[in-house]
């Protein structure tokens, strides 16, 4: 039998432009640091979401 599990992304705000901290919350807690050296707003939203996604797909592999 397959458990339920919960799990949420969250992106925090008061960092220097280009940076991202994203953290996955659940059976265990991964956070990473996205930096991209850019203050392309739209660029930096792109980069932070596939690394995101990215990021969460690795932590859900883990308990696979």
Same mark, same amino acid.
């Given at each position: 039998a =397959? ?6 992304? =969250? +992106?925090?705000?008061g960092h220097?432009? $280009?940076? @991202?901290?994203? $953290?996955?919350?659940?059976?265990? +807690? ?7 050296? @850019? +203050?392309? =707003? ?5 980069? /932070?979401? !596939?690394?995101? !996604?990215?990021? #969460? !797909?690795?932590? #859900?592999?883990? /308990? +696979?």
């Open positions: =397959r458990r339920q599990r919960q799990m949420c992304i =969250r +992106d925090s705000y220097a432009a $280009g940076t @991202s901290v994203v $953290g996955v919350a659940g059976p265990a +807690d991964r956070n990473i640091t996205i930096s991209t050296g @850019s +203050d392309d =707003r739209a660029g930096n939203m792109t980069s /932070f979401t !596939l690394a995101a !996604l990215s990021h #969460l !797909l690795a932590t #859900l592999k883990e /308990f +696979d």
